[in-house]
């Protein structure tokens, strides 16, 4: 728990976007690093299986990706971190400093005000077409996209130049989905 003289940051509650969140106790300055995501790191292929067994219309995990090598499951020694729900208009970020994750401010929070970063939730091509509605967004920003998954890209004319540069890219730093919900999904209904 991150504490200053004045007292803990921020606090685990209920919270009316999902189950607990994490909601600032004292001002929380633009650029301050709230938070380090900890939790058990797993490789990928160990991250796909341990959620298998899952309800496949229940999106819930506590997984991030740090990088090609590895997740971190915040459901296994993890801290209040795993409680900061996502936002489409968020106030926070994340980032991968030394292959370790960090949550920070990118505004300036009030007391009282729910901390949350937008999980960006990568999209696969084995997705099932209902992805957007089990992963819906109900984070009520007026700007909510409806979904946690990443922004669906533009399909864009692939130049030699472009290939070349998405095949060096390392996949990003973002809350994951674990593989189950891309393979077994049965359809659901719109809550
Ligand atoms: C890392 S947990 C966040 C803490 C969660 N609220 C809890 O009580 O365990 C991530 C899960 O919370 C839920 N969640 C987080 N943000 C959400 C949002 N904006 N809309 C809907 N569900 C959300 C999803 O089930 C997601 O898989
Ligand atoms: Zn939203």
Same mark, same amino acid.
């Given at each position: 728990?991150?504490?200053?003289?004045?007292?803990?940051?921020?606090?685990?509650? *209920?919270?009316?976007? *999902?189950?607990?969140?994490?909601?600032?106790?004292?001002?929380?300055?633009?650029?301050?690093?709230?938070? %380090?995501?900890?939790? %058990?790191?797993?490789?990928?292929?160990?991250?796909?299986?341990?959620?298998?067994?899952?309800?496949? =219309?229940?999106?819930?995990?506590?997984?991030?990706?740090?990088? /090609?090598?590895?997740?971190?499951?915040?459901?296994?020694?993890?801290?209040?971190?795993?409680?900061? =729900?996502?936002?489409?208009?968020? =106030?926070? !970020?994340?980032?991968?400093? =030394?292959?370790?994750?960090?949550?920070? +401010?990118?505004?300036?929070?009030?007391?009282?005000? !729910?901390?949350?970063?937008?999980?960006?939730?990568?999209?696969?091509?084995?997705? !099932?077409?209902?992805?957007?509605?089990?992963?819906?967004?109900?984070?009520? +920003? +007026?700007?909510?996209?409806?979904?946690?998954? %990443?922004? /669906?890209? %533009?399909?864009?004319?692939?130049?030699?130049?472009?290939?070349? /540069?998405?095949?060096?890219?390392?996949?990003? *730093?973002?809350?994951?989905?674990?593989?189950? *919900?891309?393979?077994?999904?049965?359809?659901? +209904?719109?809550?």
């Amino acid at each position: 728990m991150k504490t200053s003289i004045l007292g803990p940051l921020y606090e685990v509650r *209920h919270s009316s976007i *999902h189950g607990y969140g994490v909601f600032a106790l004292r001002k929380i300055r633009k650029g301050t690093r709230v938070i %380090e995501y900890t939790g %058990e790191r797993i490789n990928h292929q160990v991250a796909d299986t341990r959620y298998e067994d899952k309800d496949s =219309n229940d999106n819930h995990t506590f997984l991030f990706t740090v990088d /090609k090598r590895t997740v971190i499951d915040g459901g296994v020694d993890g801290n209040e971190a795993r409680f900061i =729900n996502h936002g489409c208009d968020p =106030n926070c !970020e994340s980032a991968t400093v =030394n292959r370790r994750v960090y949550i920070s +401010a990118i505004k300036t929070i009030a007391p009282g005000e !729910e901390l949350a970063y937008d999980y960006s939730i990568q999209r696969d091509a084995d997705d !099932e077409p209902d992805v957007d509605v089990v992963f819906a967004c109900r984070c009520g +920003a +007026a700007a909510c996209r409806g979904s946690m998954l %990443e922004p /669906k890209k %533009e399909p864009r004319r692939r130049t030699v130049r472009s290939v070349l /540069k998405s095949s060096r890219k390392r996949p990003p *730093h973002r809350a994951r989905k674990s593989k189950s *919900h891309a393979r077994f999904r049965q359809p659901i +209904a719109r809550r």
